[in-house]
C-alpha cells in the first residue's frame, strides 16, 4: 500500500507533536515542511531531515495527500483557500478559524474542491473517551443530569506554549485553544446545545485574552451544562470533564485520566483496555477510500459558533 503523504505548514509546539505522529506511523510519511519563521522552519527540518519548502507555492506543489495547518488561527481561511485551490485534503488545527465568518469560507471553499477535511481534535480518539462513550452506549451511567467543564489554569499561556499570539485577545486565550476540544467532545456525544447565559471577564490591558469564564447551556434533550474557565489563580492545573449519572459519575481529567464514581463512594481512577485508531490513521484510511471517523470542518464550524458566542 503506498504511504499516505502530509506537508507541514506551522513548525510549533504543537506542529512538531503532529510530526512524531506521522512519523511514528509505518504507512504515513512527511514530504514538506514550511513555516515563516526560517530558524525554526530550519531546526525542525534538520532535527528530523525534513525536506523545507522556500514558499508556499512550493510547498503546495509537492502535492501531498494532506496538508496540516497549525498556524494561528486568523491564518486558516486563506491558507485553506489555497490548499483547496490545489485540490489537496486539509487538517487544520483547532480552533477552526478566527471567527465563524472565516470558519464559513473554509467550509464553503472545501466543498467547492470537494476536498477531504479533518480537525485536530486528539481527544476524540483517546481511550478514555472511547471508556466514556461505551459507558454511554450501554446506559451504564444511568440517566445523565448534568455535564460540567471546568479548567483551572495557573499560567496562561502555559510554559510550554509560548508564543506572540497565544495570549492575545485577537487569536489566542483557553477558550480558543482548550474549550473546541470539550466543546467539540460534547457535541459528539450529545448533540447540538443552547448556551442561554455567560459571563466572560478580560483583563485591563486590551491587548490581553480572557481571564475567566462561566456559562450555562442546555442540550437539545434538556441536559444542563456548566462550563467554568479560570486562568492566573493560586494551584495547580486541573482540567475536568464530567458527566454525571444517576448510577454513576464519569470524569475524564486532564486530558487522559478517567475516573468513576458511585454514590456515597470516592472516586478511582480506572484503566481502558480500549486501543482506538488513532487521527494519523484515520486519514490515512481515508484517502485509502476506507471508512473512519474525521471531525469535518462542518462540526468544527459548529464549535467555532460556541467559541465566537462566548467570546463576546
Known amino acids: ?3 499516505t503523504s502530509f ?26 515542511v514550511f513555516d515563516e519563521n526560517k530558524i525554526r522552519l530550519e531546526e525542525i527540518s534538520t532535527k528530523y531531515q525534513l525536506s523545507a519548502a522556500e514558499s508556499l507555492e512550493a510547498f503546495l506543489q509537492t502535492r501531498p495527500d494532506w496538508v496540516y495547518i497549525g498556524t494561528p488561527p486568523v491564518s486558516h481561511a486563506p491558507l485553506s483557500e489555497q490548499i483547496a485551490a490545489h485540490g489537496l485534503n486539509i487538517l487544520s488545527e483547532k480552533p477552526l ?9 473554509m467550509v464553503k471553499v472545501a466543498s467547492e474542491a470537494k476536498v477531504h477535511t479533518a480537525m485536530h481534535f486528539p481527544l476524540m480518539y483517546s481511550p478514555v473517551v472511547h471508556s ?9 451511567l444511568g440517566d445523565i443530569v448534568r455535564i460540567e467543564l471546568h479548567t483551572y489554569l495557573p499560567n496562561w499561556p502555559r510554559k510550554w506554549q509560548q508564543n506572540p499570539w497565544i495570549g492575545t485577545r485577537e487569536q489566542g486565550g483557553f477558550i480558543r485553544e482548550i474549550f473546541p476540544h470539550y466543546l467539540q467532545l460534547m457535541y459528539h456525544l450529545f448533540g447540538g446545545f443552547t448556551i442561554s447565559s455567560h459571563t466572560t471577564t478580560y483583563p485591563r490591558e486590551m ?3 480572557e481571564t475567566g469564564v462561566t456559562a450555562l447551556a442546555k442540550t437539545e434533550n434538556g441536559i444542563p451544562i456548566v462550563l467554568n474557565g479560570l486562568s492566573g489563580i493560586a494551584q495547580e492545573e486541573r482540567l475536568e470533564f464530567k458527566v454525571f449519572g444517576t448510577n454513576k459519575v464519569m470524569t475524564i481529567r486532564n486530558w487522559s485520566e478517567l475516573w ?15 486501543r482506538p485508531y488513532s487521527l494519523i490513521d484515520a486519514c490515512h484510511q481515508t484517502v485509502n477510500g476506507q471508512e473512519s471517523f474525521l471531525v469535518s470542518f462542518e462540526e468544527g464550524l459548529k464549535v467555532q459558533e460556541w467559541i465566537d458566542q462566548l467570546l463576546n
Open 207 to 209: 491587548e490581553l485574552c
Open 7 to 32: 506537508a507541514i505548514i506551522g513548525t510549533g509546539v504543537v506542529g512538531e507533536r503532529i510530526i512524531n505522529q506521522i512519523l511514528a506511523h509505518p504507512n504515513c510519511e512527511i514530504i514538506s
Open 1 to 3: 500500500m503506498t504511504k
Open 97 to 105: 478559524a478566527h471567527d465563524v465568518v472565516d470558519g464559513k469560507r
Open 132 to 140: 466514556l462513550k461505551n459507558a454511554l452506549a450501554t446506559k451504564e
Open 260 to 274: 468513576v464514581s458511585e454514590k456515597d463512594q470516592e472516586a478511582v481512577q480506572v484503566s481502558s483496555s480500549i
